[in-house]
């Protein structure tokens, strides 16, 4: 006897009602409500950080071999005859152009591959001397030209954003805000 009344005290103890369970699916619901949005904005500037520093990668990897290779290295979006094209939502290659036509041609190494970018997003090339179809690097690992390339999501987000600054010597840095009003200074889509 004396064993059932410990445990039914003990069950009464352990156990929580369903207005405590509601409570608390409640509180719940309130929380994800609230950091939901958050969450998905925080995702997409990821994925437009990430998505222009694979852009200044490859411009570096492209910097690099052409100078250890003394060989001009291209980095573009090919078209079906692999000639570059100026459509980089495609996604981009880094190639060595031994004959420097802007194309790759049998026998010439292709160094990287980058895929499609998200949907509705492109990336758009501007600056002196710069061509919208492809960025090529010198033996001596100059670009010859001054361009800002842009990365514009899909989001229609100024903040969103990204850019990188090229220098003739082939030197990219990423784009900076400046004056802390959350976009890039340089960062400009149509």
Sequence with gaps: MRKSKIYLRLSKILGFSLIELIFVLLIISVFTYFAVPNFSSIVRSYESSQIIRKLQRSFEIARTEAITNKKHVVVCPLNSNNSCVNQWSSGWRVFIDD???KSLDIGETLLLNYGKLPDSS?????GFGSSSRYISFTPTGNSLTNATVTYC???NDANLIRSIILNKQGRSRLGLDTNDDGTIDEARCN
């Design 122 to 126: 492109y990336i758009s090339i501007s």
């Design 99 to 101: 004959n420097n036509d």
């Design 153 to 155: 999501p899909s989001y």
